[in-house]
């Protein structure tokens, strides 16, 4: 199953055209590795108030490959010092979190397994 990657930014008023160089030197072919991710989705959002939000989406077919591309990132001297937070960065890293796609085959098969609250098999 997908999972995704999703990194919430804080960006610097006026330095989003900073931060998106940042991310296209991310894409370059020197940082490429045996495994890809499947796609690269990025968004702000579009509700009144601050402009300074961004969240990054990045799929990979499976946790093994989420692992392998983050492995390969963290052996990478060049990769970790493009994203290591400074003073003057574009962007603040806020959170992150990983999702594991389910599909409703396997939320019928994990509701079987619950048992009532309270009760305590053995």
Same mark, same amino acid.
């Given at each position: 199953?997908?999972?995704?990657?999703?990194?919430?930014?804080?960006? /610097?008023? =006026?330095? $989003? &055209?900073?931060?998106? /160089?940042? $991310?296209?030197?991310? #894409?370059?072919?020197?940082?490429?590795?045996?495994?890809?991710? /499947?796609?690269?989705?990025?968004?702000?959002?579009?509700?009144?108030?601050?402009?300074? =939000?961004?969240?990054?989406?990045? *799929?990979? #077919? %499976?946790?093994? #490959?989420?692992? &392998?591309?983050? &492995?390969? *990132?963290?052996?990478?001297?060049?990769?970790?010092?493009?994203?290591?937070?400074?003073?003057?960065?574009?962007?603040?890293?806020?959170?992150?979190?990983? $999702?594991? *796609?389910?599909?409703? %085959? %396997?939320? *019928?098969?994990? &509701?079987?397994?619950?048992?009532?609250?309270?009760?305590?098999?053995?």
């Amino acid at each position: 199953m997908s999972v995704i990657a999703v990194f919430k930014y804080e960006i /610097k008023p =006026g330095r $989003l &055209a900073d931060f998106m /160089k940042k $991310l296209a030197e991310a #894409a370059d072919a020197k940082f490429a590795s045996p495994v890809m991710p /499947k796609s690269i989705r990025l968004f702000r959002s579009t509700v009144p108030g601050p402009d300074t =939000g961004v969240t990054l989406m990045i *799929e990979y #077919a %499976d946790m093994a #490959a989420y692992g &392998a591309r983050t &492995a390969f *990132e963290n052996a990478n001297p060049e990769w970790r010092r493009l994203f290591e937070p400074e003073r003057d960065s574009p962007e603040t890293l806020v959170s992150v979190e990983l $999702l594991t *796609e389910i599909s409703p %085959d %396997d939320a *019928e098969q994990d &509701a079987a397994g619950r048992v009532p609250f309270g009760f305590r098999p053995g």
